[in-house]
C-alpha cells in the first residue's frame, strides 16, 4: 500500500536521517544539538507576505498535481510502471477493510501532512538550498529537482513534482525563508490526505 509504505518509510527512514543529519551537523558545529547555522533561511517576513505569496503557489501547485497531470501520471503508470501491482496504488477497490484504510489515511495525514513536510522543507530547503546558492537563479531549480526524484517510491511523478514545486523552491530562495515553504507544503499534504479520507469515507 502505497500511502502506508510511505508513511512508514518517511517515519522510520527519511524523517529520522533527514534530522538525524542536521542535528549532527548541529553538534559538530555548536557542540550541542542545535540547527543554528545549519538550517538558514530564516529571515523574518511580513505575514501579509505569506498570504500574497502562499495562496497563488498553492493554486499552481494543486492545477499541476490535480488538474493537468494526473493524465501523464496515468500514462506513466501504463507504460513504464504497469508490473506494479494494484495494492502499491491504494486502490480503493482492492479488498481491504475500511478500518485499515481510515487508520493508514490518518498516519498519512500525520506524517505526510505534517512532519514530512517541515522535515523536507529544514533539509532541503533549509540546508542544501543555501549551500547552493552560489549558482544564484539556477540553485532553486536543482534543488527542487532533488527533491522531487528523492520520491522514489512515486517515480511516475516526478515531473509533476517538478512543475509544481518549482515555485516554491524559488520564492524560497527569494525570500530566505524556508518558514514559507512549510506553510505551503504543509497545506497542499494536509488537503490531499483531506482528500484520501474523504474517498475512504464515501467509496467504504
Not at 544539538?33 to 505569506?50: A, D
Request: glycine residues 6%; aromatic residues 16%; hydrophobic residues 55%.
Amino acid at each position: 500500500m502505497l500511502l502506508l509504505d510511505y508513511s512508514h518509510n518517511g517515519l522510520f527512514v527519511l524523517i529520522p536521517f533527514e534530522l538525524g543529519f542536521l542535528f549532527y551537523q548541529g553538534k559538530k558545529r555548536n557542540g550541542t544539538f542545535s540547527l543554528n547555522g545549519i538550517v538558514l533561511y530564516r529571515e523574518p517576513m511580513p505575514i501579509r507576505q505569506y498570504v500574497l505569496l502562499a495562496i497563488p503557489i498553492l493554486l499552481y501547485a494543486n492545477f499541476i498535481l490535480v488538474v493537468m497531470y494526473p493524465p501523464i501520471a496515468q500514462t506513466l503508470i501504463k507504460t513504464l510502471f504497469f508490473w506494479l501491482p494494484n495494492w502499491y496504488f491504494l486502490s480503493l477497490s482492492y479488498e481491504y477493510t475500511k478500518s485499515v484504510l481510515l487508520m493508514t489515511a490518518l498516519l498519512g495525514l500525520v506524517v505526510n501532512g505534517f512532519v514530512g513536510p517541515i522535515t523536507d522543507e529544514l533539509y532541503f530547503r533549509g540546508y542544501l538550498l543555501p549551500m547552493i546558492s552560489r549558482l544564484k537563479a539556477r540553485a532553486p531549480f536543482i534543488n527542487v529537482v532533488l527533491h522531487s526524484c528523492y520520491h522514489l517510491w512515486i517515480p511516475w511523478q516526478v515531473p509533476g513534482l517538478i512543475l509544481s514545486g518549482l515555485p516554491v523552491a524559488f520564492a524560497v530562495w527569494y525570500k530566505r525563508n524556508i518558514y514559507l515553504g512549510m506553510i505551503i507544503h504543509v497545506l497542499g499534504n494536509v488537503l490531499g490526505s483531506i482528500v484520501t479520507l474523504a474517498l475512504i469515507l464515501s467509496v467504504h
